[in-house]
């Protein structure tokens, strides 16, 4: 019957009155710790109820969403797509762009079990809610408060979804989208992952090898000095020509996609020297010989995995000395023979089980990991971590996402009832 309470309403906000919030809210967090019972009754009871669905909810759907789909017009609702008589309320946020992208592919679309709401990022945070969840892609306010220096838009929702932490579920942490911003970040992270117990029992378990691909950060470089370190770790037999460069920016920027591959250290010295890398952190990246297939796989929580084989890069590159391409657009004809064979060779059982450990250790759940297959070796590679893929060959996203939601909403409820539970049997 606790589920059943209604939250109590929200005291007003006012931005005269943001400093007297704070110490206010401090003062109210002393009070708690002096008395465990009332600290967890009212963390308890704070947790949202499932809302009755009202009429001005139904019909509460974003501008874009009303654009995109054609059976709300006029801001209407046809009786049969009502949701049923209790429904969670989520806020999301998106770059421009990928909330259209989002919405086309009916990620975010409300139906009987979930409303979307866009939380309107420069209104005031706290009257647009409250909300069950919080979903999110968030990168393009990283760069621009800790990239740009040009907001702190970032540090206002970060806090926002901390001061609702407990009656508001948030759908990855926010501090965690941090490592996918920069290559440089990412690769030192997954590094320090495949080193941990968990990952080696599972290579263990299925008698596989997985790494990440020597890969050298180059800061306020200049070719000579670049090619020079290059040379000493080729020396060392840490690796060997061709390579892939590439931004460390790995998101939000519109070069993040511009990839030259050298193949000799003439072609190296003159793509360090092109114009859109001068003066950028770079990352050059050990090109792995691979058969000419990369395996994508994509991430909705431990309950949702699937991948796809698709054409990359062949093993013999028919390019002097390097050659620039985009990696959203498809490979250059002429770098192919027409020979190749995309097969599809991957261990399903074995990435699937090491892609769900690498989201539990990183605590990231919306996930695209790219892997290859050295040639010969057979070791597993993982290229390239991306949060909150296009999910380009996904179907029934809308149903997936909110099996998400759902199942990471309950598991907060039942947390905090079983921590309501413990008092009482402590008392």
């Not at 806020?91 to 990620?107: Q, T, V």
């Amino acid at each position: 019957f606790f589920l059943m309470r209604r939250r109590p309403p929200r005291s007003t906000l006012d931005r005269s009155s943001a400093a007297s919030d704070v110490y206010k809210r401090q003062a109210i967090g002393d009070q708690r710790e002096e008395t465990r019972f009332d600290f967890a009754f009212s963390q308890f009871l704070q947790l949202p109820s499932l809302v009755d669905i009202a009429a001005e909810d139904a019909i509460f759907l974003s501008k874009t969403e009303l654009a995109v789909q054609s059976n709300y017009k006029d801001r209407k609702i046809r009786k049969e797509d009502l949701p049923s008589e209790k429904l969670l309320k989520v806020a999301y946020y998106y770059p421009n762009k990928k909330e259209i992208e989002m919405i086309e592919k009916k990620f975010i679309v409300s139906n009987k079990k979930v409303l979307f709401y866009p939380l309107q990022i420069d209104a005031l945070l706290d009257k647009q809610g409250p909300f069950h969840a919080f979903i999110h892609k968030c990168s393009n306010l990283m760069i621009e408060e800790f990239v740009e220096r040009s907001s702190k838009r970032f540090t206002i929702l970060q806090e926002y979804t901390e001061r609702n932490s407990k009656s508001m579920v948030t759908i990855d942490p926010l501090e965690g989208l941090k490592m996918t911003l920069y290559r440089t970040v990412s690769n030192q992270r997954l590094e320090e992952v495949l080193a941990t117990p968990a990952i080696l029992e599972i290579l263990r378990k299925h008698n596989a090898k997985l790494k990440i691909p020597y890969s050298k950060a180059l800061f306020n470089h200049n070719a000579e000095d670049s090619l020079k370190a290059i040379k000493q770790d080729i020396e060392k037999s840490l690796c060997n020509f061709s390579f892939l460069i590439k931004l460390a920016e790995s998101c939000q920027t519109a070069d993040s996609h511009c990839l030259t591959i050298a193949t000799n250290e003439e072609g190296l010295k003159k793509a360090l020297d092109k114009g859109v890398y001068i003066g950028k952190e770079l990352i050059v990246q050990q090109l792995i010989k691979h058969s000419t297939t990369l395996y994508k796989v994509y991430t909705l929580g431990e309950d949702y995995l699937t991948y796809h084989h698709r054409k990359s890069l062949p093993s013999v590159l028919p390019i002097p000395s390097h050659a620039q391409f985009d990696s959203q657009k498809p490979f250059p004809a002429e770098w192919f023979t027409g020979k190749e064979e995309i097969v599809d060779k991957m261990n399903k059982d074995f990435i699937f089980e090491i892609s769900k450990a690498l989201m539990k250790a990183i605590d990231l759940t919306i996930l695209g990991l790219d892997y290859i297959l050295e040639e010969g070796s057979g070791c597993y590679y993982l290229v390239d971590l991306n949060y909150y893929s296009s999910f380009r060959h996904e179907s029934d996203l809308n149903e997936k996402i909110t099996s998400l939601i759902i199942k990471v909403y309950n598991e907060k409820i039942k947390g905090i009832a079983k921590q309501f539970q413990f008092i009482l049997l402590s008392l």
